[in-house]
């Protein structure tokens, strides 16, 4: 047996993998343990729950691996201080400390990380080959053409290459600066939207607009090639040195400030999110037509946050080249961690390719299991009423009325979804009959945003009779958007008024999952990957004539998707969703009075026991250190400098704290926390000053030098036809190496 776990942190959506003779045995991302919406830290729960899926303990495993090269990355972040310097200090200042912590000492986090009983080699994949391995390895293709954009690894920021059988092998890359994924970010930012979390939001908000600023983009922004590679103007752009995605000449170029926190969204926001959508997809259209014309094949996979723009893979699947498109499911950073030990298992240690049909990503439903076990008994402990149903043709003729009447239902049962995607196994369900579904969900479910839309899942078979789709092509993992047929709309006769209001004058036979551009984010659904949400389906098909629901993630806004029976208790009590099924039992919104809700939330915090103790720990050691110190510093005053007054005062002050200390944790917090703010400032001062020397008295100097010398990332092109540049190859020791 041999099991690889791979693992992705400190960035953004952490997440661990774990492999066994080459099956994905298990994937999570952090933030459904910890609730920390995009938690970037060790993934300390997630590793625990793989292990404990696969009956292993960390001695057990083989080979350990991380999704990218940390000296590689942070060798990028002095090129770029050193071509800015003296711009770019309040980065400089940020990154540092961040980068003296856990970030350049991975192989001692790791190693803390797995409690010190792994004692094996730790190997590094460069972060655009991981996503690579991600798409190519758990697709159902032996030969495939592969395509990653995101916003920046170590130096890629747009690859391309091939796979064959166990090998893969990328050609070429775009380098920063120079960046699909940070020009989109760039425009959510400057659109309101939070960088790095919420890009998907201003692809729902572009059909509202018109892209009338697509050529402007392409004139001042963005110079595209016709091989698909391009090179941004950096003049308009501040992520590369600063703390701000966009300059000030990125505002005057378009007549505005950036949106603010809380404020309504513009005319202009409508606009420019409908123009780099087009620009986006332009781009990705002719990197696709390129590389088909250097490959030759018919199959083509994707990966990267780029790959997660559903709007432009629907485009490219319809206008590209490529008979196949298959997308990871989890195409950001938190699949990062499977993609490395799928390439280690595959492209390290050579073993033979088994493509599984219809993929080896078993319907990314890799995460902890709901099971019936005690569930029971745990709904019993909290006083929750529910009902249990032991046929389940019973239970999905029970849904299917309910859905019918119009009902919301959350859904958490099997094994929880690896990715971005609700796929039925937590998610909420309605009817897309009722127009009032699309409101009621937005606003009173999940609070948020108006214009979101919500995606419709499918019966697999049935597809065509509803949207322009080709039922050789399918969508289980909802990665493409495509038309709702003609022949269902209803088209509105007045003129549609200019707003987010038009989302209520949609008109279509599936109003709450048709997009005000008659546009809908497609999940298919087989009877292999989801039998449940198949069953389900042709039941309420039976029932209401209707072969689709609506499936949207079973959240709220800024949480994380929920992950065990007790998250989805909580959120289910403070939604107007009006049913719950766990499992085999369903929970009715109004028999629930009598709730122990702290019990409940001492059920969910029991997992992070062992944290809290150990924090309750450093507390007192902290606060123990802090009186011997002060006591310590009375003594050195009296005895040394024979000052009474000050010493009787430090002394006092060390008492008070013992003794304030011995009144349980609360106050032991209080005081660590005070005596924290207290010292901040002194701390802050040390550290800007510390930072300023180096980054003005050594950054600045060396980097006048190389720019005298012709060294500039800025200046840093390929040719005037092309920036795609030629990878480098590595040899096999170069993966146990963090550069």
């Not at 912590?101 to 994949?125: A, D, T, V």
């Not at 008659?518 to 449940?532: G, I």
Request: with cysteine.
């Amino acid at each position: 047996m041999t099991a690889i776990l791979g693992i992705s942190a400190f960035y953004h959506d952490s997440a661990a993998a774990l492999l066994v003779d080459g099956e994905i045995v298990a994937a999570a991302q952090e933030e459904r343990f910890t609730r920390k919406k995009n938690d970037a830290a060790f993934p300390k729960y997630a590793i625990e729950y793989c292990l404990r899926e696969a009956g292993l303990s960390a001695s057990e495993i083989d080979h350990v691996g991380f999704y990218e090269k940390p000296l590689l990355k942070f060798d990028r972040l002095l090129e770029t201080y050193l071509s800015y310097a003296p711009h770019g200090f309040l980065s400089f200042r940020k990154a540092m400390p961040e980068w003296a912590g856990p970030k350049l000492q991975l192989r001692r986090e790791i190693n803390k990380g797995l409690g010190g009983e792994y004692h094996g080699r730790i190997c590094f994949c460069e972060h655009h080959q991981s996503h690579a391995a991600s798409a190519f390895y758990s697709s159902p293709f032996q030969k495939a053409a592969i395509m990653t954009l995101d916003g920046v690894g170590e130096w890629a920021t747009s690859t391309v290459g091939i796979g064959e059988g166990n090998r893969l092998q990328l050609t070429h890359e775009i380098q920063f600066p120079h960046s699909l994924g940070l020009l989109y970010s760039a425009f959510t930012y400057f659109c309101g939207f939070r960088v790095n979390a919420d890009e998907y939001k201003l692809m729902g908000l572009a059909p509202y607009g018109e892209p009338r600023y697509v050529d402007l983009i392409k004139t001042k922004l963005i110079e595209i090639f016709e091989d698909g590679s391009y090179r941004l103007n950096l003049k308009y752009f501040e992520y590369p040195h600063g703390l701000r995605m966009t300059s000030g000449s990125f505002a005057r170029l378009f007549g505005a400030k950036p949106r603010g926190e809380g404020e309504p969204v513009r005319e202009l926001d409508m606009d420019l999110a409908a123009s780099i959508q087009k620009v986006t997809e332009e781009v990705v259209l002719k990197a696709a037509n390129h590389l088909h014309d250097q490959t030759g094949c018919e199959n083509l996979c994707l990966a990267g946050g780029v790959a997660l723009n559903c709007v432009s893979n629907g485009n490219l699947l319809r206008r590209g080249p490529f008979k196949q498109v298959w997308v990871q499911p989890a195409s950001g950073d938190a699949g990062g961690a499977l993609c490395f030990a799928l390439f280690m298992w595959q492209n390290i240690m050579v073993h033979q390719l088994q493509t599984i049909a219809p993929d080896a990503q078993r319907g990314s439903f890799l995460g902890p299991e709901i099971i019936d076990e005690s569930l029971s008994l745990q709904l019993d402990s909290i006083n929750a009423k529910y009902k249990k149903f032991e046929d389940e043709s019973r239970l999905n003729r029970y849904l299917s009325d309910r859905l019918d009447e119009g009902k919301l239902i959350g859904v958490a049962r099997g094994r929880m979804e690896f990715g971005p995607r609700a796929l039925g196994n937590r998610s909420i369900l309605a009817d897309p009959r009722r127009r009032e579904t699309q409101r009621d969900l937005n606003l009173k479910t999940k609070f948020r945003e108006s214009f979101r839309p919500f995606a419709p899942v499918v019966l697999e078979d049935r597809v065509s009779d509803f949207f322009q789709w080709d039922r050789s092509h399918e969508s289980p993992y909802m990665l493409m958007v495509t038309q709702v047929k003609t022949e269902i709309r209803k088209e509105v006769d007045s003129e549609l008024p200019k707003g987010l209001e038009r989302v209520n004058d949609v008109r279509s036979e599936l109003p709450a999952i048709t997009h005000v551009d008659y546009s809908a984010r497609l999940q298919t659904v087989d009877q292999v990957r989801n039998p449940f949400l198949w069953n389900l389906l042709h039941a309420f098909c039976d029932r209401s004539g209707c072969p689709a629901l609506v499936n949207t993630s079973f959240n709220v806004r800024d949480e994380p998707i929920v992950c065990s029976w007790a998250d989805a208790v909580a959120c289910f009590l403070q939604t107007n969703l009006d049913l719950l099924l766990l499992d085999d039992h369903v929970l009715q919104k109004c028999d629930q009075g009598d709730v122990d809700k702290e019990k409940l939330e001492s059920i969910r915090e029991a997992p992070f026991r062992e944290a809290l103790a150990e924090e309750k720990r450093q507390t007192t050691q902290f606060v123990i250190s802090i009186c011997v110190a002060i006591g310590l510093l009375s003594v050195v005053v009296f005895y040394r400098f024979q000052l009474v007054a000050p010493s009787v005062v430090l002394l006092g002050l060390s008492l008070l704290t013992g003794f304030l200390g011995l009144f349980g944790h609360k106050n032991r917090k209080w005081i660590e926390n005070n005596f924290k703010r207290i010292t901040l400032p002194i701390r802050l001062l040390v550290t800007l000053v510390l930072l300023a020397l180096v980054y003005y008295l050594v950054v600045t100097p060396i980097g006048f030098l190389l720019r005298l010398r012709g060294r500039d990332i800025r200046k840093a092109t390929v040719n005037d036809s092309t920036q795609w540049s030629q990878t480098v190859d590595r040899d096999l020791a170069s993966y146990f190496h963090t550069y």
